[in-house]
């Protein structure tokens, strides 16, 4: 009989104006032990990463993989001090620069990959610090695209061919085939979405679901969604992903036989990002809205890396849209959250309550 499977993961608090992600994980998987970091939040963040790790987890002293979901400040600065003071064997990063060679053929204005590889590297320049770190401190880089296993975990999106889409439509990259985008139409992007940000609140009945038709941007498309399966227990890690990298999980979780809906432990994309989700994303991930005598908070816990004076994460529909299917929702604003399975309660630590269900959400 196979021995039973554990996991410890926690969501740490990344405290600025803006939310952030950093994620922690010792787990095992009947037989091995793996330590697991998902992102590094800003700069402050790294060296809290690693006192975590070593307080709080046993097994070892090495950091098996770290996993870049995706390029923004807020998943990667933090990181630049885990490779530099932590024991690290294995980084999990995608590169634009690294397909020049592949992609030039999508941008009007270049005719050299190298000059097309320098820029690209230039535009990302915090992933780019990383890989310098690595390089210097011989730690190996692996592209986690759809398909490959990270320890217990694993990758469903995005695919080789999405990503270089998303390259290509980037408003980071340079001037691409594709239609471009003016400064001014960026700039009033920009004031739309703070705009958007600011929306009334609304008085809202049980079940009922507003989620706006704009897209989050093309750099959380990115994002790396991990899924894994610890004895019947199912984790699904999405970073700032949006409905198309969630779709993308979704048909691909149908062909390869990853039963949904079904998902016990859901990291809420993009610290509660409407723009991020649907109800019918929603529905297949998650399952179906429930009476609200029905939804008592056993089916899922659903946990968001917010900080506490980001006043616009996690907006009030997506919460209850995790009640509707009922789930627990958890923000960690300010404290550290552990989830767990097979593992004993922590000295110190306490049981925290879901969050209470909004009768109110944007408009």
Request: aromatic share 10%; with cysteine; net charge negative.
């Amino acid at each position: 009989m196979p021995l039973s499977e554990s996991f410890e993961i926690d969501f740490l608090a990344v405290e600025t104006k803006k939310s952030g992600d950093a994620i922690t994980m010792q787990y095992n998987n009947g037989s091995n032990d793996f330590i697991h970091v998902v992102d590094g939040g800003f700069t402050d963040t790294g060296e809290k990463i690693l006192g975590h790790i070593e307080k709080h987890y046993t097994s070892q002293a090495y950091i098996d993989s770290v996993v870049v979901t995706h390029s923004d400040a807020d998943h990667v600065l933090g990181l630049k001090y885990v490779l530099e003071h932590g024991d690290v064997r294995a980084l999990w990063m995608n590169r634009p620069w690294i397909y020049a060679g592949q992609l030039i053929d999508r941008f009007a204005n270049y005719v050299s990959v190298k000059a097309l590889h320098d820029e690209l590297r230039r535009n990302y320049d915090y992933i780019a610090e990383l890989e310098d770190i690595a390089v210097r401190k011989h730690i190996p880089i692996f592209a986690p695209f759809q398909g490959e296993n990270i320890g217990k975990f694993h990758v469903c999106a995005p695919t080789q061919e999405r990503y270089f889409d998303l390259i290509v439509s980037s408003d980071r990259t340079p001037a691409a085939v594709v239609e471009s985008v003016s400064a001014w139409d960026r700039i009033m992007a920009s004031v739309f979405s703070t705009y958007k940000a600011a929306a009334n609140m609304v008085s809202a009945a049980w079940s009922e679901e507003h989620f706006p038709s704009d897209k989050t941007n093309r750099e959380n498309e990115m994002s790396v969604i991990q899924y894994a399966k610890f004895d019947d227990v199912t984790v699904l890690l999405t970073g700032d992903a949006g409905r198309e990298g969630l779709q993308e999980f979704i048909d691909y979780a149908n062909v390869v036989g990853i039963p949904l809906p079904g998902v016990q432990r859901f990291q809420i994309p993009h610290h509660g990002s409407r723009r991020n989700v649907s109800t019918e994303i929603l529905d297949a991930i998650l399952g179906e809205r429930l009476p609200e005598w029905q939804a008592d908070g056993s089916k899922f816990t659903a946990i968001c890396s917010s900080a506490l004076e980001d006043q616009h994460h996690p907006k009030k529909a997506v919460e209850r849209a995790m009640h509707h299917r009922g789930g627990t929702v958890h923000a960690t604003e300010g404290d550290d959250i552990c989830t767990r399975h097979n593992v004993p309660a922590r000295a110190g630590w306490s049981a925290v309550a879901s969050r209470p269900y909004p009768r109110e959400q944007e408009e």
